[in-house]
């Protein structure tokens, strides 16, 4: 758990005089060709989603944006100052002007220590470079940085005490993710990161460049950078290492957005993929995020039921236990226990794994179907489906989970599934009832804390999703 010390302001290592922030940054992005269309403006605002508040920037070319913090969901954000029309080019990133392990002052040196410095993140480098950056008086990227929240106050769960992220969050899968993270980053820390500062003390204060600091840094590398996706021929490649992008990480998130980022070889494109009218915030996407997911990695959610990609979960040891239950011999229980091995063996189940249920279809759909197949088949028919591999006559007519088509799944197979749902929503401290009085009573809500009021936008909506496949088995 982060502990609860004084964390590092951002406003202090990065001040940049008396000058006003945005406008700092704005004369940078000019300076480093950064092009912002005079039809959008940066803007900073209440709630805050990953990439800050609503943004009003004024520059030249492209559509009319501000970056600003009125009239934004969170933080700063961008706004369009006119009507900006599907297809327009909102503002241009050349590639030099992003912050990554090969564009930041000690790339040189994180280049010949490749080797040393590679982890399971790939993050390593990256952390390295915005350390170093953070704190070198004269860094090129100092207004760039006027812009990021104050670090001792982002939102992610792994910044809550423990007691509070596990009661909040019980069921929603956050709190196993977070704990996950901790570990790895504390042993990335220990393992790699330290022993590299501690090699160079000319660049690194170990005083200042602590594991406080670096939490931080992670979770906002997580909230805020960006991973260029890798072209179809180079799938068999390890992913491109994450980078800053100034601008297009202003920007928030919604799963109805209306802007996209596009990738070039000597720049990024923000570019509008709707109509978006005057006044109104432009928005990004960071994927197809659950609320779950989003809580986790940028700290904030979209409130039920705006977020259509929101999904829940059934662990997959849930399904395995709910099938045991319906066991009555040792020799049933044995033969269970088969079936299981024997998914394990074509991968389509693991002890941490889940099944994925989105609120039209199921995202693991051949896992599920295959699952439901090998535990509800007869012993004889299992027999013959194992000495085959899993091969055979593979009928799909019945296992196609999109949601609407579950009643017509063989009633065993129902069954099943309706148990392994049951067992699901007992992992959550309170049921769908609770939590549906206290989201209707807008009194109630508003003395709820902000964490509170995030949890139970999580909570909520994945039981909403898990409460629908429900009826659907009966």
Not at 112 to 131: C, D, F, K, N, Y
Not at 161 to 182: I, N, S
Not at 418 to 444: F, G, M
């Amino acid at each position: 758990m982060a502990t609860q010390a004084k964390r590092p302001r951002m406003a202090e290592p990065i001040a940049c005089g008396d000058q006003d922030p945005v406008a700092g940054f704005l004369s940078w992005c000019r300076r480093v060709g950064l092009e912002l269309s005079p039809k959008v403006s940066e803007r900073a605002g209440g709630r805050r989603t990953r990439g800050g508040a609503r943004a009003a920037l004024t520059s030249p070319p492209p559509a009319q944006v501000e970056v600003s913090r009125q009239g934004t969901v969170a933080g700063y954000g961008m706004v369009a100052r006119e009507s900006v029309q599907a297809g327009e080019l909102l503002f241009v990133v050349p590639r030099a002007a992003i912050l990554s392990q090969y564009t930041c002052s000690i790339g040189g040196l994180l280049e010949r220590e490749r080797g040393a410095l590679q982890s399971q993140s790939g993050w390593v480098p990256l952390l390295l470079a915005l350390l170093h950056e953070l704190q070198a008086p004269a860094s090129h990227w100092r207004p760039y940085f006027a812009l990021w929240p104050e670090l001792g106050h982002l939102k992610h769960p792994m910044f809550w005490p423990e007691e509070e992220r596990r009661r909040l969050l019980q069921g929603t899968g956050v709190p196993e993710a977070v704990e996950k993270d901790l570990d790895s980053i504390r042993s990335e820390y220990h393992s790699i990161v330290l022993p590299f500062m501690e090699a160079h003390p000319d660049l690194f204060s170990l005083r200042v460049h602590s594991l406080e600091l670096y939490l931080q840094l992670v979770a906002l590398v997580m909230a805020y950078s960006f991973q260029e996706p890798l072209e179809e021929e180079e799938d068999e490649k390890e992913p491109n290492s994450p980078v800053m992008v100034p601008a297009a990480d202003i920007l928030n998130h919604l799963a109805n957005h209306n802007a996209n980022l596009e990738y070039s070889a000597d720049c990024l494109r923000m570019v509008a993929t709707q109509p978006i009218p005057k006044g109104h915030e432009i928005f990004n996407t960071y994927g197809q995020m659950a609320n779950w997911q989003l809580i986790h990695m940028y700290g904030f959610v979209e409130p039920y039921p705006d977020n259509t990609d929101d999904t829940a979960d059934i662990q997959m040891v849930i399904v395995r236990e709910a099938a045991l239950q319906g066991t009555k011999t040792e020799a049933e229980r044995l033969l269970l226990y088969e079936r299981w091995d024997f998914l394990c063996k074509l991968e389509m189940v693991g002890e941490e794994g889940a099944f994925v249920i989105g609120r039209e279809e199921v995202l693991t759909e051949e896992e599920l179907t295959t699952t439901l197949k090998v535990l509800c088949m007869p012993a004889e028919e299992f027999r013959e489906f194992k000495d085959q591999d899993g091969g055979g006559d593979d009928k799909r007519e019945e296992g196609s989970l999109t949601v609407t088509n579950i009643p017509k799944l063989k009633a065993s197979w129902r069954q099943l599934l309706r148990n392994s749902i049951l067992l699901t929503l007992q992992t959550y401290a309170t049921d769908l009832k609770t939590d549906k009085d206290v989201l209707s009573n807008k009194e109630v809500y508003a003395k709820l804390s902000w964490r509170e009021q995030q949890a139970l936008q999580v909570r909520y909506g994945q039981k909403m999703i898990l409460h629908q496949l429900l009826e659907l088995t009966n």
